[in-house]
């Protein structure tokens, strides 16, 4: 009986518990600023629906007053409106969340007068120009009058261009009411009227007082050119003074420390630039020309005395002087001896002495000619890393850049470490950009913050392609490098062409389990006709392999391969039956590989060294109807020359020999064999003319590409010097005079924007006559050939 009322007892407590939370829930969901209801006011063309998609509030939430700014700022952005308001008002017992609007006027037409020389579509352009305006200036959108008036300032720049150095554009703004759906809605036409002015161009560039430089050599250093031949004499007054900057850059670079123009140095040029302008530049309107006339003292060459460094303590002064280009004896060049100081702050950024202060003074022998360097050092502190952040990876999990970080919080800022993790992330293939800034948290503490800006990493693709190795191809694609955020790779693959039909599947995980080990799983079937490559025979494969690799260090990772396939070979042509054998045959193979790799940018690389090892061997244990042993060394390496050239240079060479076990065929399979000729070997050759017919168990390739950087991981263009050859054997070559087939031509590399694809066009000439086509041969493919 007691147990019955102490459970009762037990009961009546828990419901009043409850009761009494109901109670305390049911006043926390009834606060005096829930909202019961929205209404939108002053909205005219603008829908409710667009403004409730833009803001956070919906019935039965808190209203706030962050939530409050951050809806107002929203809603701003859009463009539409000119003021905006937000308040809760308590009408009839209940909380009305108002939303008053008053919307911008919508564009109505666009009309513009006294435009001949440039066509309208080109002037539209610019109106409708997003990326430079943040908005566009078209018939149907809000006006905002502010970026009205930068669009003009781009149309009067256009007209520059074109040698229209007075052109002005001027607007009107008339207000119209339309009728739609019954209602009258106010919008504003836009009159633009252009007054072109008279086409000026340079007709006469001349210097006066300089007698080391000739006219020729100044006017070389300038950007502003003299109308002629492909040469239209536009003139800006920007570019002029960036000229007059660069005349002194050459001065400079010779010694000639002191040259002036106008009696002023480079710095002072900026500051005097309208004075600099109205002396040097000279417009004659009734003859429609501008000639220019720069003044210059060209001052005394001074030769480096010596070079003296004090306040050193991490650095000895010799281990300062010894990195740098400038020596006693030399020409004063003031930019290398720029570029030498940045070399010493960087050398102490390694050291994590960030705030170190290198002051340079100079004592100049006015008759002797040279001048004494004195450079005073400040190490200060050690700064350390308090925290790493990552900005603007909406997309990327954190941890996918973490674990590419080479710096971590509490080290000593280490300017080195710090560039390679900004390569590395940038190596990921995610991010068009990736920005380092810093942000002092403390006296000798900083934290380094990681921009991102993250690219397109998903695609799903149907179209058609081409190239001399695929001939033309229609696809089907479905590829994310960056999937789940977590820098996971998955892609499916079907292509239907004339020489090749295939499909396949390829996964890879490069942090198996967030530990640096990788995880790649391909499967494949691939059909390629007898044209494909001029291989000479149909030839059906499907197989799959499995591969496994080890992030040993920054620069070195291994990698362990299973795979196996299937090959079948059909209607052999004549000149290949002696070599190739109708029917199937299987490959089972294993190979390990290593690679070294130093380089800046794996898609557009500068600098670095790139190197490789593979030992492939196939059949014996492993099952297969070849027994085979297949090496390949791969070296790479990259070197900037000067402005934005690179020199690259590539060395290839393949080794094959088969060996003798109780089953299957002592020989290298046909698809493992070595070819040489063509769009990826020798240009200026036909595919796999080079070397035997059915491919060699030895290759050589070296290539040779001289890079000009025109847009910076968009647009290259480069010259290139290839040379190589297969053989049956390594024993048949004769070593005293190995014979290399080589070739020379020029190619154009065009990366598509938002992407790491790379379209590559080549013109190979061969310099082999027996083996040489006539005209050369045009080879396009995608991708770096390396």
């Not at 179209?463 to 694609?477: C, P």
Request: charged share 30%.
């Amino acid at each position: 009986m007691f147990n019955m009322r102490k459970t009762a007892v037990l009961i009546i407590l828990m419901l009043s518990a409850l009761a009494v939370n109901a109670a305390a829930i049911d006043a926390l969901s009834t606060p005096e600023d829930m909202i019961d209801s929205i209404e939108i006011t002053g909205n005219n063309t603008v829908t409710s629906k667009e403004i409730l998609d833009q803001i956070s509030y919906g019935i039965g939430m808190t209203f706030s007053a962050y939530k409050t700014r951050e809806d107002i700022k929203n809603l701003y952005k859009s463009g539409k409106f000119d003021d905006i308001k937000m308040s809760l008002v308590k009408r009839d017992g209940k909380n009305i969340l108002v939303v008053e609007v008053k919307e911008k006027l919508q564009i109505g037409k666009i009309i513009i007068k006294g435009s001949k020389e440039i066509g309208e579509g080109d002037i539209k352009s610019k109106l409708e120009d997003e990326e430079k305006l943040g908005a566009k200036i078209k018939e149907g959108e809000y006006l905002d009058e502010y970026k009205l008036k930068r669009a003009l300032l781009n149309i009067e720049q256009l007209y520059r261009e074109r040698n229209y150095y007075y052109a002005n554009a001027a607007y009107a703004l008339d207000e119209v009411e339309e009728e739609k759906d019954g209602k009258k809605i106010k919008k504003v036409n836009i009159e633009l009227n252009i007054d072109e002015g008279e086409k000026l161009k340079v007709t006469a560039i001349k210097a006066t007082g300089n007698k080391v430089f000739s006219n020729d050599k100044i006017k070389g250093a300038m950007k502003t050119k003299e109308e002629g031949w492909f040469v239209s004499g536009t003139y800006n007054d920007d570019v002029f003074i960036d000229d007059l900057k660069a005349i002194l850059n050459s001065y400079y670079q010779e010694g000639y420390v002191k040259a002036r123009i106008n009696g002023l140095s480079q710095g002072e040029l900026e500051i005097n630039r309208k004075d600099v302008i109205a002396k040097d530049v000279k417009i004659d309107r009734e003859k429609k020309i501008i000639t220019i006339e720069i003044p210059v003292d060209e001052g005394m060459k001074y030769t480096v005395k010596s070079i003296d460094v004090d306040g050193t303590a991490i650095f000895t002064a010799a281990d300062l002087t010894g990195k740098m280009v400038l020596k006693p004896g030399k020409t004063f060049d003031r930019l290398q001896f720029d570029r030498d100081l940045s070399m010493v702050r960087q050398m102490y950024a390694e050291k994590g002495h960030i705030f170190s202060q290198i002051k340079d003074t100079y004592v100049y022998d006015e008759d002797k000619g040279d001048v004494a360097v004195k450079v005073s050092v400040t190490e200060g502190p050690v700064a350390y890393v308090s925290g790493i952040k990552v900005r603007g990876n909406y997309v990327t999990k954190d941890k996918v850049i973490f674990r590419e970080l080479l710096v971590k919080e509490g080290e000593p800022f280490d300017s080195t470490k710090i560039r390679k993790s900004q390569e590395a992330v940038y190596n990921l293939g995610f991010f068009d950009n990736v920005v380092i800034d810093t942000e002092q948290s403390d006296i000798d503490k900083l934290n380094i913050v990681f921009e991102v800006e993250e690219r397109k990493t998903g695609n799903v693709g149907l179209g058609a392609g081409y190239s001399t190795v695929e001939g033309l191809v229609g696809y089907v694609q479905l590829s994310q490098s960056n999937l789940f955020g977590e820098g996971k790779v998955f892609s499916a693959d079907v292509q239907y062409g004339n020489q090749k039909k295939s499909w396949q599947l390829s996964y890879k995980d490069p942090w198996l389990l967030d530990a640096p080990i990788s995880l790649g799983v391909d499967l494949w079937n691939i059909f390629r006709n007898t044209d494909y490559n001029n291989q000479g025979y149909d030839l059906d494969t499907y197989g799959f392999n499995v591969s496994f690799g080890h992030r040993i260090t920054e620069e070195n990772k291994a990698y362990f391969t299973y795979r196996y396939q299937e090959d079948k070979y059909s209607n052999i042509q004549a000149e290949y039956v002696d070599v190739i054998s109708e029917g199937k045959s299987q490959i089972s193979s294993i190979s390990p590989m290593w690679v070294y790799d130093t380089r800046d940018d794996i898609f557009d690389t500068s600098k670095g060294l790139y190197a490789s090892g593979i030992i492939q061997l196939g059949g014996g244990w492993l099952g297969g109807d070849y027994n085979y042993i297949k090496e390949v060394a791969d070296v790479r390496y990259y070197v900037p020359s000067f402005w934005k050239f690179v020199l690259a240079m590539r060395l290839k060479v393949g080794n094959g020999t088969g060996y003798n076990y109780s089953y299957g065929s002592a020989s290298i399979p046909t698809t493992e064999k070595f070819y040489c000729g063509g769009t990826d070997t020798v240009r200026g050759y036909e595919e796999r003319g080079l070397g035997p017919i059915g491919g060699g168990d030895f290759t050589v390739v070296a290539n040779v590409e001289y890079k000009l950087k025109l847009v910076e991981r968009v647009l290259t263009l480069a010259a290139f010097f290839d040379s190589g050859n297969s053989w049956n054997n390594i024993n048949e070559i004769n070593w005293s005079e190995p014979y290399l087939y080589s070739a020379v031509g020029v190619g154009l590399r065009l990366t598509i924007p938002g992407t790491v694809m790379v379209l590559r066009l080549d013109y190979g000439y061969g310099l082999n006559p027996e083996e040489r086509l006539d005209g050369g041969k045009i080879h396009f493919n995608i991708g770096n050939l390396f």
